[in-house]
């Protein structure tokens, strides 16, 4: 397997070897040359992640058109909301469905649980609703719905809420279970839970890709996905400003970190999901690397001396889990913190309007 980065490449970019980052780069060359990925099955307890929709918690995109219609309308349009009708046509994924012995894509758990939003019905069936919906990506809502739209009173509007009640309304909104764009790092786990297909079956045996290779969440969440109308009270779909975009793009790459390091902990032989999720968490913890020492934050460098410690080999899920639950809660952390507006050391490497999906 070859290199992901090199020394020689390392000394012509000049970059400044404090003792950590040299540590840490000697590691990941030495790692992404020696990949054997044969590591044991997890117990489901082992991997913990953020829960994908529980459907006995799904009310429906109805529960939030009656506050969101504009953002309805654009998630109507697109592959998300459209995979309900055309994913059980498609040819590839009739393949991968049969693959894997399952009979029915809108029935078979594995197409299910990242295509489509399903809702639990009186007698504990549950039914296919939606393609990928609100609650997908923003949580189950009928735990935190009535928190959320509640801005001081029955009569109380957004417009007349008072700071301290928003602050509290959304930290008990997100204490219940809603994933809030107010950190992104919620956000980004809810894209890569799926995004990074965390299934080594699906993969090896059923022929699915190994995640999406070049998903980045500013380019995959700024362009047909985009949804902002909270401040023009729905009539203008906004961009997000440049600092905002800057954080929301480090904290996609931190994410992806976690997943790809979770993702290669549930490897258990030497196949293409084992080598490609291994390899994604390699390339990303470079790529933070050159982020670091652009910005120079100490959670970076924390997140990159924590990953550093990683040994991506066989029979090694209980380090790798550990070491990603540590940047999945300084990822949380760097969301909360970080200032955008510090940040244009990376400008450079931000995806522009071209590139948005």
């Not at 990953?307 to 080999?313: Q, R, T, V």
Request: aromatic share 6%; charged share 20%.
């Amino acid at each position: 397997m070859s290199n992901l980065i090199s020394l020689n490449e390392i000394h012509s970019a000049k970059i400044p070897y404090r003792t950590l980052v040299f540590r840490f780069v000697i590691k990941l060359v030495a790692i992404t040359t020696s990949l054997c990925v044969y590591l044991l099955a997890l117990q489901p307890s082992v991997c913990a992640q953020i829960p994908h929709c529980d459907p006995g918690k799904v009310l429906g995109v109805n529960s939030c058109s009656q506050c969101h219609n504009a953002e309805l309308l654009v998630w109507k349009q697109t592959p998300h909301a459209q995979t309900f009708e055309a994913l059980h046509r498609n040819p590839r994924a009739k393949e991968i469905s049969k693959n894997l012995g399952q009979r029915s894509i809108k029935r078979g758990n594995r197409c299910i649980k990242c295509h489509y939003t399903t809702q639990q019905l009186n007698d504990d069936r549950e039914r296919v609703i939606a393609g990928v919906s609100c609650e997908s990506c923003h949580g189950a809502a009928s735990d935190w719905i009535h928190l959320h739209n509640d801005y001081g009173g029955p009569t109380a509007t957004r417009q007349a809420e008072s700071p301290t009640h928003r602050q509290h309304r959304l930290e008990e909104s997100l204490a219940a279970g809603m994933r809030n764009s107010r950190n992104l790092y919620l956000i980004a786990q809810s894209c890569l839970q799926c995004h990074s297909v965390p299934d080594e079956e699906l993969v090896n045996t059923g022929t699915h890709v190994a995640g999406s290779d070049n998903f980045e969440l500013v380019a995959w969440s700024q362009g047909t996905l985009r949804h902002n109308f909270l401040q023009s009270q729905g009539t203008v779909n906004a961009t997000r400003p440049l600092p905002r975009i800057r954080v929301m793009y480090v904290v996609g790459q931190i994410a992806d970190l976690e997943f790809n390091t979770r993702a290669t902990a549930l490897a258990t032989e030497k196949a293409i999901f084992g080598t490609t999720v291994a390899n994604r968490a390699a390339t990303t913890a470079a790529r933070l690397f050159e982020i670091e020492q652009r910005l120079h934050h100490p959670l970076l460098e924390s997140i990159l001396q924590t990953f550093s410690k990683a040994e991506l080999k066989t029979n090694n899920p209980i380090q790798l889990i550990e070491i990603a639950d540590t940047i999945q809660e300084l990822g949380i952390e760097f969301s909360e913190k970080a200032d955008g507006k510090t940040m244009g050391a990376i400008d450079s490497m931000l995806p522009n309007s071209q590139q948005y999906r």
